[in-house]
């Protein structure tokens, strides 16, 4: 095998090795290991600019699939996905802030319909998201427990 041929099948290798560790990382990206989504809490403090930010973030980046008002209606879902509703109170990947936070992060295998934000958005705009879907969704009780929300305007409680 002449240099030439080496050196392009040696970036064959490595662009395999590559891609094949990125399939590997979405899959981690949702199994077990790491801190347990359920017990992360909200580093962001609840306040107006984290409030406003967290709208600003959602109005960009979630609004297409899960629509302006966050009811699953967005205009630009993938074909055959169906955006949460994310106002309601039944949240099939968990409703803690950290399992929010997470499912942003990290997307929702295996089809990853809803993709990755990781690197996309900063780790605190994803908390500022968490907060702002709380302020227009049921409390966390209310997503726990499956009752309907109380006011879908309730305002997120101080941190």
Known sequence: MKWGSRSIAA?????FLVALSSVGHARQATSAGGPNPKT???PVRVNAASLERGEQVYQKYCRHC????????????PEGSHPAD??????????TDGE??????NGVAPKFDMTPY?????????WNVVIYLRSIGP???ARATGAPPSKAAAKPSGR
């Open 86 to 95: 994310l106002t309601d109170a039944k949240w099939a990947h968990g409703g």
């Open 11 to 15: 970036c064959n290798a490595v662009l």
């Open 139 to 141: 409390k966390p009780a």
């Open 100 to 105: 929010i936070y997470t499912t942003i992060r």
């Open 66 to 77: 899960h629509g302006a008002g966050a009811k699953g209606d967005g205009p630009q879902a």
């Open 118 to 126: 990781e690197g996309k958005i900063t780790d605190e705009d994803i």
């Open 40 to 42: 992360l809490k909200n």
